[in-house]
């Protein structure tokens, strides 16, 4: 492979048990150099913010939410089934989040006597044995009665170009006509060093980036918005994109494709890009399908064995 990726294990025990969980990813490399290694939780992954009924809803990490010290007792997004391909080069994963966990929608459900509201997200993960980019689509099902308003997606990424040990030497850059931003490590020159980049589609284009310091970078329910500006120091960089929807309506399903590309100089890099675009494109009528069949939408009854899935976090 010419990436090479690891999985963070939620539940400590879980491979020992012979089930894998979870698309939190603990390392990335390409062409045996490390592009991801053991990267800050909060910085790895997705979040969202949205408004629902007038309540607002920010969920700041959704591959770690029940490890982030979240309000309710019951985790945010839990896992209800997982399924790979032998070869370990396809993954669909299938959450559900319960809005009435949230104090100010068991108050209204308490009064109105409301059905329970949910929301699936689906994570797609496509790994290619001889292309420098991986894929995660992520989809959003809204299973409730009202629209899920102001929806805003955000990925991030703390890349640590050539690992840990040269954290403190990237630099971040943005590609406006692609959409995509990326680091290398300026040890090299930008026709040597490795590049690592995350983006969409071209009908996907994010609305907002940001590559700054990781101590800089946060979203809050108070600013929203990342604030389309990089750091040109050199350092510990991290990169972030930003997606806005005005509404997601009862039952509609909205798919935010998401790429990590990689590759080797300036130049192949943004080649990798526009062949990742391109095969990207290709793959979302097939994600919408696989979103739709039925046994998605069930709960897995090994993660119901293990305590994992709706009702609670394995503990061990």
């Known amino acids: 492979m010419i990436v090479d990726i690891d999985f963070e294990t939620i539940c400590v025990n879980c491979k020992e048990k012979g089930y894998s969980f979870g698309y939190t ?54 896992m209800i089934n997982a399924k790979h391909n032998q070869s370990s080069t396809l993954s669909r994963f299938t959450y559900l989040y319960s809005l009435h966990n949230h104090p100010e929608i068991q108050k ?52 640590d170009i050539y690992g840990q040990d040269f954290f403190d030497t990237d630099k971040v850059g943005y590609n406006s006509n692609l959409g995509y931003i990326y680091q290398y490590d300026s040890r090299f020159s930008i026709e040597e060093s490795i590049f690592a980049g995350i983006g969409s589609v071209l009908k996907k284009i994010p609305n907002h980036f940001e590559g700054n310091s990781p101590d800089s970078i946060f979203i809050s329910p108070k600013r929203l918005d990342l604030r ?29 494709p ?14 990798n890009i526009k062949k990742a675009q391109k095969h990207m494109q290709k793959l979302i009528s097939s994600v919408i399908k696989a979103i739709n069949i039925d046994s998605r939408q069930e709960i897995d009854p090994k993660l119901e064995k293990m305590s994992f899935s709706m009702k609670e976090w394995c503990k061990n």
């Open 25 to 78: 990813l603990k390392s990335i490399l390409y062409n045996g150099k490390f592009i991801l290694d053991l990267p800050q939780r909060y910085l790895n992954g997705s979040c969202l913010f949205f408004s629902y009924l007038g309540t607002n809803f920010f969920i700041r990490s959704l591959e770690n939410s029940h490890a982030l010290g979240a309000k309710s007792e019951t985790p945010i997004f839990s």
């Open 258 to 271: 998401v790429a990590i590309v990689l590759g080797k100089g300036e130049a192949e890099f943004l080649q």
């Open 228 to 256: 389309d500006n990089l750091n040109k120091e050199i350092g510990d960089q991290a990169v972030s994109l930003q997606w806005k929807v005005p509404s997601i309506l009862p039952g509609q399903i909205e798919v935010f």
């Open 108 to 159: 209204r459900n308490t009064i109105n006597n409301f059905k329970e509201q949910q929301i699936y997200e689906y994570v797609d993960m496509y790994r290619f044995p001889s292309e420098p980019y991986l894929f995660l689509f992520y989809s959003f099902r809204n299973g409730t009665d009202h629209s899920l308003n102001n929806f805003n997606f955000y990925q991030y990424y703390d890349f």
